[in-house]
Nanobody
Framework: QVQLEESGGAWVQAGGSLRLSCAASGRTISRYDMGWYRQASTKDREFVARISWDSRSTYYTDSVKGRFTISRDNAKDTVYLQMNDLKTEDTAVYYC?????????????????YGRGTQVTVSS
């Protein structure tokens, strides 16, 4: 079973940037979609972004398109989320995620492993 550990969450002012990292252990990520979800304190967990196993395909929720960029380094079993032009509505706990089955799109499955999350707080 894979374990995912997020880092990089912080407090930042609106308009600022953060880079989240997610390190996987227990198995390689090289055949798996990877991605990010987030959950604000009063909302359900929502999909943010995913990247295919070979980095050729990415997909973002509309609210972050043009501001967030997902990337991965399979050699390091790590995935990243670069977040620019942060807004107060981006405040949430961000969770790294991966499907339990290889080559399955993250946002099209419920069979998903999540990390423990990292807090991102954006103030105005």
């Amino acid at each position: 079973q894979v374990q995912l550990e997020e880092s990089g969450g912080a407090w930042v002012q609106a308009g600022g940037s953060l880079r989240l990292s997610c390190a996987a252990s227990g198995r390689t990520i090289s055949r798996y979609d990877m991605g990010w979800y987030r959950q604000a304190s009063t909302k359900d967990r929502e999909f943010v972004a995913r990247i295919s196993w070979d980095s050729r395909s990415t997909y973002y929720t509309d609210s972050v398109k043009g501001r967030f960029t997902i990337s991965r380094d399979n050699a390091k079993d790590t995935v990243y989320l670069q977040m620019n032009d942060l807004k107060t509505e981006d405040t949430a706990v961000y969770y790294c995620a991966t499907p339990t089955t290889p080559f399955i799109f993250l946002h099209r499955t419920t069979q998903t492993v999540y990390g423990r999350g990292t807090q991102v707080t954006v103030s105005s």
